[in-house]
């Protein structure tokens, strides 16, 4: 489903990613585990289209297409969906007015007639039930005086509504309390499926304890330097990222 | 000879004639004449003047003079008004004329100024202080063929809103001139809706609106421009507060990608606090695109104790339009307990578009609370981006951001009707032009 074959990335002239390689299968579950500033973030902004980042190497191929060639809406159009770790506020848009856009741009995309308006609504209560926010949500706009919880809820409720094919979550678990971090592995778990794969990108071993992924890697200084399973995650709990790289 | 000298001589024998043909009674012809000798005195408004600075109205006059004549157009023979306005009670207008009976109820009536009494006239035109500082207020009082007053008896409570359609039919120059007397304790809600027939063509449209609220009174009035493709409009609003009176006022004007060179629109607002506890609200909101030229200015005067006032404007400029925000709140010597506020946010969409923002202070009292701020800024990358990776194309995410940002500078007029309506109105330039010419 993803294949990304020696990436290097920049910005503003510093190169974060220094030659990075991932494959994704339909249906798996990957983490990414590392410490702050280690390219992380810039995976995720760079899988997203994010016009400040420059690709400086290597490439990336997202359902049998060069996805770097490809603007921001038609990775998401093609069935990439990008979690934010913080997720900007958009005053005087409605988050049911945004939903709508959002779902029906990519049915658009599709050939297929916008949403009813009706089943529209019908499936953001269903959605907005799973990742338990209240229905006043609606109307709020988007992310607009949300807590750092709700914005990741509300993340969640965007992903559930889009149904796509490669979800990445950037650090969906961080100020999370236990709650609402069952909350984030409910909805990834209720969504796994054999033609659907989740990248998780997270700093602590907390989240693979709600969502079981199936290859674990840890990323340093741009690279991927160890993948395995949920051992990997263990032995970092255990030595922390220092002790993995000596 | 500059621009104001020569537009205004060619003015000066219209309104003489008209002056002289005055049937009405005699206080109606003192206000009339009081207004011609200050404007002679003041001449029209240009660049000369501060609160004029970026709309050099003398220069807009003549401009207009070279092709058209500047008497008001007469009474046509065609009264029909399109207008998709939500129901309400419909008060229609065709250049400036009354096209429909005046109605009239227990609550309220529309009559024509001269024949009020005259202590009630005298008692009325002599209320604002802010209309007899604006130049333009003057040449309208002195030229209007009719001025009509819309009074809301004392303690009236009119739920259904007073849907005025101020309707240019054609080319040519059309004054529109209203009172709104809203007596001690009434409350009500006028909306005045400027549009124009498709083949209007060049018009000038000179319209002023007077405000008089008494004690307790409350009126939500909204000003919507849709003026054709090739208007200009000056306009005029003034109002005085009484004791406990509540002004909230709505003021829009959308984009429209048609305008042609000389789609220029200055709206004036000129707001006196007179007495204690008076209270202004203004949201404001407009969307520029093309070569459209769009200006508010607003001046409010805190004249007494404990009186609020809260202006928020959201202006938008696309293409290779103009957007100015302007204005100040005096707050007078020896007043207690005055708050006010003065913000304007604007977006600019083009490198080839203008925003001038300068909302003011001029504050003579020690016990104060005001600010005054403005911001002019484009649209957020990062907003933008969170959109687009959600699969809503560019120019969509623009439409969505621009509609959200405007959407600050709507009021809430308390009918859910109307709210929708003119929301539709100030966003409906962006939907037809794909998010307006950017």
Known sequence: MLNIENLRAAIEGKEILQGLDLHIRPGEVHAIMGPNGSGKSTLTRVLSGDPRYQVTGGGVDFLGANLLEQAPEQRARNGLFLSYQYPVAIPGVSNIQFLKAAVNAQREAQNLPPMDALQMLERTREGIKRVSLDESFMQRPVNEGFSGGEKKRNELLQMLLLEPRLCVLDEADSGLDIDALKVVGEVVNGMREANRSFLLITHYRRLLDHIAPDHVHILTAGKIIASGGMELAEQLERSGYRGLAA | ?438
């Open chain 2, 1 to 438: 000879m500059g621009a104001a000298q020569s537009v205004l001589e060619q003015y000066v024998p219209l309104i003489a004639a008209r002056l002289e043909g005055q049937t009405g009674p005699e206080w109606l012809y003192r206000w009339r004449a009081a207004a011609f000798a200050r404007l002679q005195r003041s001449g029209l408004p240009g660049k000369h003047r501060e609160s004029w600075h970026y709309s050099a109205a003398d220069l807009w006059l003549q401009q207009f003079a070279e092709h058209h004549a500047l008497a008001p157009q007469a009474r046509g023979a065609d009264n029909a008004v399109a207008t998709d306005l939500p129901a309400g009670r419909s008060l229609p207008f065709v250049d400036g004329y009354l096209a429909a009976a005046a109605p009239e109820d227990e609550t309220f009536s529309l009559r024509p100024l001269a024949q009020l009494s005259e202590q009630e006239g005298v008692a009325l035109l002599a209320q604002s202080r802010a209309e007899q500082t604006d130049p333009l207020a003057d040449l309208i009082t002195a030229l209007a063929p009719e001025t009509w007053v819309l009074t809301v008896k004392a303690g009236a409570q009119v739920e259904l809103p007073f849907v005025l359609s101020q309707f240019a039919s054609r080319r040519g120059s059309h004054f529109a001139q209203l009172l709104i007397w809203l007596q001690a304790d009434a409350s009500a809600t006028v909306v005045e809706d400027f549009s124009a027939a498709q083949a209007a063509g060049e018009y000038l449209y000179l319209s002023q609106t007077a405000l008089k609220l008494e004690q307790g009174s409350r009126l939500t009035y909204t000003r919507c421009n849709r003026d054709g493709a090739d208007a200009q409009h000056l306009g005029v609003t003034t109002a005085r507060l009484g004791r406990d009176a509540q002004l909230r006022l709505q003021t829009l004007e959308s984009g429209r990608g048609d305008a042609g060179l000389r789609n220029r629109i200055r709206n004036g607002f000129h707001i006196e606090l007179a007495e204690t506890g008076a209270e202004f609200i203004a949201r404001g909101a407009f969307a520029a695109d093309d070569r459209q030229h769009i200006d508010y200015h607003f001046t409010v005067d805190h004249c007494a104790d404990h009186g609020r006032c809260d202006i928020q404007v959201q202006g938008l400029a696309a293409a290779k339009s103009r957007g100015i925000v302007n204005g100040r709140i005096y707050i007078a010597q020896n007043t207690r307990g005055n708050d006010g506020q003065f913000t304007s946010h604007n977006l600019l969409l083009s490198s080839d578009a203008e925003i001038d923002a300068k909302p003011e202070l001029e504050i003579y009292a020690d016990e104060v609370k005001c600010a005054h701020g403005a911001t002019v800024g484009q649209l957020d990358a990062d907003q933008l981006l969170y959109l687009q990776t959600r699969g809503i194309d560019r120019d969509s995410a623009v439409v969505l951001l621009t509609e959200g940002f405007l959407k600050a500078g709507l009021l809430d007029s308390g009918n859910a009707d109307l709210n929708d309506y003119f929301q539709r109105q100030l966003l409906a330039g962006l939907e037809k032009s794909g998010g307006m010419t950017v």
